[in-house]
């Protein structure tokens, strides 16, 4: 009677090895810890906190990102996100350079997460002149005059995300953006 337990204790053992070697690999949420189709109720629950502003097409949150202040803001349709935002909290004192940092930081996460960009260059010029202009020069002066900003997007099967740096009216921009692809159905 042991060796009958103990043969079937090994069989139960063995075949929990193997469906534990045999799981999917686990693909990335669509945005932080939020999916498309989440309901207000299960965004709030992903972001783990009160949200600060709410109404029936958009929620409001302050979280952080790679150790830095953010704002997240979230569009519904239909109780179902489709899109969100995540704009970096430009502190006192914090500088451009700091927010090149961070740029380039989240850009090597999100390379982690999604795979490589669309496009492998993401400094943006506004015009080929400008680009013999200040090409030379350090990042931090032709961002400055607002003539380069970075961006890059990544398309997923479900998902197009846009990371940009910018300068405007006085203001540093740093921004994630995503949106939810919809698949076309057959009729």
């Known amino acids: 009677m042991k060796r009958i337990i103990s043969f079937l204790l090994l069989i139960v053992l063995s075949l929990s090895f193997v469906s534990c070697g045999e799981q999917e690999e686990e693909k990335p949420h669509d945005f932080r810890n939020v999916d498309w189709g989440m309901s207000q109720k299960k965004v709030m629950a ?3 906190t009160e949200y600060l502003y709410a109404d029936d ?5 302050a979280g ?3 150790g830095q202040p953010v704002e997240l803001y979230y569009e519904f349709e239909d109780d179902k996100v489709f899109s969100a935002e995540c704009k970096y909290v430009i502190q006192e004192g914090m500088i451009l350079s700091d927010c090149m940092e961070n740029y380039l930081s989240l850009r090597e996460q ?4 999604y795979g ?6 993401y400094h943006v010029w506004k015009s080929e002149e400008d680009r013999e202009t200040y090409g030379q ?3 931090q002066i032709p961002i400055y005059y607002q003539v380069l900003m970075y961006y890059n997007s990544w398309q997923t099967e ?3 995300m846009e990371l940009s ?8 921009g740093l921004i994630l953006r995503a949106s939810e692809i919809v698949q076309e159905t057959e009729e």
């Not at 097409?57 to 949150?61: A, N, P, Q």
């Not at 999100?110 to 997460?113: C, K, N, P, T």
């Not at 740096?165 to 540093?172: A, E, G, H, R």
Request: glycine share 2%; net charge negative.
């Open 116 to 121: 490589e960009p669309n496009e492998d260059d």
């Open 57 to 61: 097409s958009l929620m409001y949150f």
């Open 137 to 139: 020069d350090k990042e």
């Open 165 to 172: 740096l910018d300068y405007n009216n006085l203001q540093i």
């Open 110 to 113: 999100l390379i982690q997460l």
């Open 158 to 160: 479900t998902c197009f």
């Open 64 to 66: 952080e990102m790679l």
């Open 46 to 48: 992903a972001e783990g």
